[in-house]
């Protein structure tokens, strides 16, 4: 300042300058700060009062993988098993203010849940405990209405089975996690849980619903008409191996699995062995004929019981004379046929014969449920004998069936499968007997129901071969036989002028009725059964009836050898020579 | 730097800032909303799949057995099957629905009726 009261100017320093401006920039920077801040307080409480909430469920992540088990679906796309989206309950204890009275209500309107029990997990528990797992949308409803604090819902996945128990053993069922505990649910588990992430493709399996429909009601009716213990039908498509029904009895329900005996979970068409009688015969015959030992016009001497060390063998069905092998098969003989086998080479032969057949291995197929064979430690004699008729080697009905599927066909046999094939994706067949010898084995289960043990098969509209079978039932909890109780079964083909499907009844203890004659044998326990199934599930399946042409080639064969053998008894048109080339 | 440089690119910066800003939440607005439409169509997908366990359930085989004999309907069989060339055809229908009146041996008249067709199928 000079005298004169004039400002001096004086030099502003550089440094001064820089200064200045290195303030105004730093706080320009600040004021950004402040105005972006600020933008955002507005953005988020104006623009933005609150992030969007989606309801029903929590967010999905993109990219997530799909957690859902694949649905279970029969041939024709009829679901059977799938998933369904369930509320369970929770609550958080600390947010409770009164947990008796909170448990006292909850209780009342949840099935299923003890008021006590939820008081004891509620006070255990810190900051979660389940009140409820996989509740209904009713039940969900009425805990809202209770608006109790510290209660929520969380949405966990459950496994249902619409059909229910229709195909329970085949299907199986999961435990509380999801995870399969038997049949398909517990075989197919990596496939079931594994594929894309998203969409995941139904397993298709064999099963015809319609069929399996059919199968079980007619099984259930006989459950009940002969009080028995339990009861197996399978029907195999033998073309593909495809098992089109697969029924055990007495069966469960697999969305309350837990609750179903050990005794109705037990799957018997495949998990449990049987020794099954006569229908063995189809084998025993089938492998004596193959051999080239033994031909039809052959005759066996059945008037005796035949006496093997201190063991006698008697037949049910008694001729006391000699029996051609046509006789021996229809008429069911026990003598003849443990004969017969010895005469095409006996035990050696015979389980040469079982091994091709499959039946000395445990089956394959896609269940965890499998049992392996029952077989002789020894195949002496008279085990040869008894085997040939069905005693002493106890298998599976599936596996008895897979060999009945060969013997009546072409003589092939392809692997059985629970799920359905392609034409293209059909295994290559193995032969186990000549397509001659199948030939005559069709005859031969043809003339059992026309004129043998099993007329009552008669009148489905179809041509039907079959084998009845009457075994007594093996003592699992001692020596011997149970006195009194029996298996009875019945094993079908049909058409027999195409053979397609093989049909397999097993009755386990029936007791006879007034319609049976009181009896207990499978010609009138189980073989009515089959005529049922047969003669509904043929439409069903698109078989045309058997025509009349196709009858007449059979009954030609059996006019040849009436002809042969004019004048004789009135069965034993059958006991005459059979023309055979 | 001069100033006017400094002015510019201050202001470059606040136009950069300000447009990653923008766009950063219109991502975020996108992937809200995919998250919402992912969400809605996986609810959509357990109703689709609520209805066809529901669906299954009430088309249960028994079920539609029992309404069904309700109505009178009953199971197809065999029998009830017919080769269209088992079928007689007009001329033959007429024909037996024509009787034809013959005289008998022991004397007196009597009517003939000629069945339609031999069956083809059955038994």
Not at chain 1, 305 to 317: A, E, F, Q
Request: glycine share 8%; charged share 25%.
């Amino acid at each position: 300042m000079t005298g004169l009261g004039m400002p001096i100017a004086r030099p502003v320093s550089p440094a001064l300058v820089v200064g200045r401006r290195r303030i105004r920039v730093v706080a320009a920077c600040f004021a950004i700060a402040f105005v972006s801040i600020a933008a955002r307080l507005v953005d988020m409480t104006m623009q933005r009062p609150s992030e969007p909430r989606v309801a029903g469920g929590e967010p999905v992540p993109a990219n997530a993988p799909d957690p859902r088990r694949a649905d279970i679906v029969d041939r024709n796309g009829e679901l059977l098993a799938t998933n369904m989206r369930v509320p369970s309950i929770y609550a958080d204890p600390a947010q409770i203010h009164d947990i008796d009275r909170a448990a006292d209500e909850l209780a009342a309107v949840l099935s299923g849940v003890a008021a006590d029990e939820l008081k004891r997990r509620l006070r255990a528990a810190k900051r979660f405990a389940w009140v409820k797992q996989e509740s209904t949308a009713a039940e969900q409803a009425a805990v809202l209405r209770l608006g109790i604090p510290g209660v929520g819902f969380r949405s966990t996945e459950k496994r249902v089975y619409p059909r229910g128990r229709l195909a329970a053993h085949a299907v199986g069922f999961v435990d509380i996690d999801n995870q399969g505990l038997a049949g398909l649910e517990h075989a197919a588990q990596a496939v079931l849980v594994g594929g894309a992430p998203s969409g995941k493709a139904p397993l298709v399996t064999s099963l015809d619903l319609r069929v399996q429909q059919v199968v079980r009601e007619e099984l259930l009716r006989a459950h009940e008409r002969f009080h028995t213990k339990g009861a197996v039908g399978i029907v195999l498509d033998r073309e593909t191996g495809e098992l089109l029904s697969l029924v055990s009895l007495p069966d469960f329900d697999p969305n309350q699995a837990r609750r179903a005996s050990a005794d109705s979970r037990k799957n018997r068409a495949t998990g449990q062995t049987y020794e099954l009688g006569s229908v063995f015969k189809v084998l025993s015959t089938a492998m004596a004929l193959d051999s080239g030992k033994v031909a039809l016009r052959d005759g066996f001497d059945a008037t005796e019981p035949l006496r093997i060390g201190r063991h006698v063998i008697r037949d049910d069905h008694a001729k006391k004379r000699t029996l051609s092998v046509p006789e021996i098969f229809m008429y069911s003989s026990n003598i003849g046929t443990a004969k017969m086998v010895f005469a095409a080479g006996g035990g050696e032969a015979l389980r040469g014969f079982f091994e091709r057949a499959g039946m000395l291995t445990k089956p394959v197929l896609e269940l965890p449920e499998l049992a392996k064979p029952q077989l002789p430690k020894r195949w002496v004699d008279i085990t040869t004998a008894t085997v040939a008729f069905g005693h002493g080697m106890a298998v599976t009905p599936l596996q008895f069936v897979d060999a009945v599927a060969a013997l009546a066909g072409d003589g092939t046999r392809v692997p059985p499968t629970l799920l359905r094939r392609a034409p293209d994706e059909v295994p290559p067949r193995q032969r186990v007997i000549e397509a001659r010898t199948a030939e005559d084995m069709r005859w031969l289960m043809w003339l059992t129901v026309e004129k043998g043990t099993g007329t009552q098969v008669r009148d489905t509209g179809y041509l039907v071969g079959g084998k009845t079978g009457t075994a007594d039932k093996f003592n699992p909890n001692g020596r011997g036989y149970l006195r009194g109780a029996v298996i009875a079964s019945f094993v079908a083909v049909f058409p027999l002028e195409a053979p397609r499907y093989v049909v397999l009844v097993m009755l386990d203890e029936p007791r006879g009725d007034a319609g049976s004659r009181g009896l207990r044998y499978g010609g009138w326990t189980a073989a009515p059964v089959v005529r049922e199934i047969i003669s509904r599930i043929g439409p069903v399946l698109g078989v045309p009836p058997s025509s009349a042409l196709a009858r007449a080639e059979f009954e030609d064969r059996l006019l040849t050898a009436q002809r042969g053998q004019p004048g004789r008894r009135k069965e034993a048109w059958v006991a005459a020579v059979v023309a055979r080339d | 730097m001069s100033p006017r440089h400094a002015a510019a690119g201050l202001v470059l910066v606040l136009v950069v800032a300000a447009s990653v800003f923008h766009l950063k939440y219109v991502v975020l607005g996108l992937e809200r909303e995919l998250v919402a439409l992912r969400t809605a169509i996986e609810d959509e997908r357990w109703r689709l799949q609520q209805r066809r366990a529901d669906l299954a359930y009430l088309t249960r085989p028994d079920r539609l057995a029992a309404q069904a004999a309700q109505l009178g309907l009953r199971p197809a069989r065999a029998h009830d099957i017919v080769a269209l060339e088992g079928i007689g055809s007009r001329a033959q229908l007429e024909l037996a629905n024509t009787p034809l009146e013959v005289p008998l041996p022991r004397g007196g008249p009597g009517v003939l009726r000629a069945r339609p067709v031999a069956p083809v199928t059955g038994r």
